[in-house]
């Protein structure tokens, strides 16, 4: 008879041959920022998350460096929007000058600044529009300004999210134009068209005005061309891919993990989040049971990277168990 239960014994003997652990080093934190002083305000749909002012950033970077978290993904919120997010590629805007104020304060911590235009338009689309319709080419200037003038301001890493064709080319180009040949791209190559973005687009004020996003975001109902985007990803230079959202897709993310050996990353989105800490807010699950069983799922599927806003908590789990 064979007794695989012989390795399920004891917790012990569990340890000892588990495949996946998450670990403190896999984490990335999404943070927002918006323009403006004193301002710590919470995120209605996403327990626990708030936007901060720079001025009191601190208050969730200290916790976050000290719960032993390596990286923050930052979002940007302005007070001025306009047709073309402007503010986006202000070398003076609000995530430039966040990102300043981190490096100067938080040398050690990985900063990663998302390059979209959705927080800065007057219209809430990632690109410049014309007669109603989003323009691909016409917008890839303006995303490579934005990603340059973040990595200008100390941003380790660059992640374009807009889902623009060619963007990744265009933001590489203008990246080592400008002398930043050392800057990584992590590229958002396969992002759907998700119901699960909700939370998010109140947190970072980027719902679209008018219509949705499935003209450059891709059909949830596709496989395959997930492949496809990832391919083109890399070959315009990508040096990490993510696919979003995570919990939905992991069959993406193990197919991705088997095409490539480039690091993946999985976006545990705001949705997912949402969904969790509301079941665990009214005891219908465990939440640190829920939580880690997805953080693995995520491992499982061959992501060695995580963005998630449970990483604070995860992070106390991990401190916790050991």
Same mark, same amino acid.
């Not at 997010?85 to 990102?99: C, F, K, L, P, T």
């Not at 992002?191 to 909700?198: M, N, V």
């Not at 970072?204 to 219509?211: D, K, R």
């Not at 315009?236 to 991705?256: H, R, T, Y």
């Given at each position: 008879?064979?007794?695989?239960?012989?390795?399920?014994?004891?917790?012990?003997?569990?340890?000892?041959?588990?495949?996946?652990?998450?670990?403190?080093?896999?984490?990335?934190?999404?943070?927002?920022?918006?323009?403006?002083?004193?301002?710590?305000?919470?995120?209605?749909?996403?327990? =626990? *998350?708030?936007?901060?002012? #720079?001025?009191? %950033?601190?208050?969730?970077? +200290? &916790? @976050?460096?000290?719960? =032993? *978290?390596?990286?923050?993904? #930052?979002?940007? %919120?302005?007070?001025?929007? +306009? &047709? @073309?997010?402007?503010?986006?590629?202000?070398?003076?805007? #609000?995530?430039?000058?966040?990102?300043?104020?981190?490096?100067?304060?938080?040398?050690?911590?990985?900063?990663?600044?998302?390059?979209?235009?959705?927080?800065?338009?007057?219209?809430?689309?990632?690109?410049?529009?014309?007669?109603?319709?989003?323009?691909?080419?016409?917008?890839?200037?303006?995303?490579?300004?934005?990603?340059?003038?973040?990595?200008?301001?100390?941003?380790?890493?660059?992640?374009?999210?807009?889902?623009?064709?060619?963007?990744?080319?265009?933001?590489?180009?203008?990246?080592?134009?400008?002398?930043?040949?050392?800057?990584?791209?992590?590229?958002?190559?396969?992002?759907?068209?998700?119901?699960?973005?909700?939370?998010?687009?109140?947190?970072?004020?980027?719902?679209?005005?008018?219509?949705?996003?499935?003209?450059?975001?891709?059909?949830?109902?596709?496989?395959?061309?997930?492949?496809?985007?990832?391919?083109?990803?890399?070959?315009?230079?990508?040096?990490?891919?993510?696919?979003?959202?995570?919990?939905?897709?992991?069959?993406?993310?193990?197919?991705?993990?088997?095409?490539?050996?480039?690091?993946?990353?999985?976006?545990?989105?705001?949705?997912?989040?949402?969904?969790?800490?509301?079941?665990?807010?009214?005891?219908?699950?465990?939440?640190?049971?829920?939580?880690?069983?997805?953080?693995?799922?995520?491992?499982?599927?061959?992501?060695?990277?995580?963005?998630?806003?449970?990483?604070?908590?995860?992070?106390?789990?991990?401190?916790?168990?050991?």
């Amino acid at each position: 008879m064979k007794r695989r239960r012989r390795l399920r014994a004891t917790p012990a003997i569990r340890d000892l041959v588990r495949e996946n652990k998450v670990n403190l080093e896999d984490l990335i934190y999404p943070v927002f920022v918006m323009e403006g002083e004193n301002i710590k305000s919470p995120v209605d749909s996403m327990p =626990g *998350i708030f936007q901060y002012s #720079i001025d009191r %950033i601190s208050e969730e970077l +200290d &916790e @976050v460096v000290a719960l =032993g *978290i390596k990286g923050i993904l #930052i979002f940007g %919120i302005p007070d001025h929007k +306009d &047709e @073309v997010g402007s503010e986006a590629y202000n070398e003076h805007g #609000i995530v430039q000058e966040a990102i300043r104020f981190i490096k100067k304060n938080y040398p050690d911590l990985v900063v990663i600044a998302d390059i979209c235009l959705c927080e800065y338009t007057s219209h809430g689309h990632c690109g410049v529009i014309k007669d109603g319709e989003i323009l691909n080419d016409e917008t890839l200037p303006l995303l490579a300004k934005t990603a340059v003038t973040c990595a200008q301001a100390g941003a380790d890493m660059v992640a374009p999210s807009n889902m623009m064709d060619g963007h990744v080319a265009a933001i590489r180009e203008a990246l080592d134009e400008a002398g930043l040949i050392n800057t990584p791209i992590m590229a958002y190559s396969a992002k759907f068209a998700s119901a699960y973005y909700g939370p998010f687009r109140e947190a970072a004020h980027s719902a679209p005005g008018f219509g949705d996003r499935k003209t450059y975001q891709m059909d949830y109902a596709n496989g395959k061309e997930a492949i496809l985007d990832v391919e083109d990803d890399i070959e315009e230079g990508a040096d990490l891919i993510i696919i979003k959202p995570a919990l939905a897709f992991l069959d993406i993310m193990k197919s991705v993990s088997l095409e490539t050996n480039y690091p993946l990353v999985a976006y545990n989105v705001s949705g997912e989040y949402a969904m969790v800490k509301a079941a665990a807010m009214n005891g219908w699950v465990d939440e640190k049971r829920i939580v880690m069983e997805n953080m693995v799922s995520f491992k499982r599927a061959g992501a060695s990277i995580i963005i998630t806003y449970h990483a604070k908590d995860v992070a106390k789990w991990i401190q916790e168990d050991k």
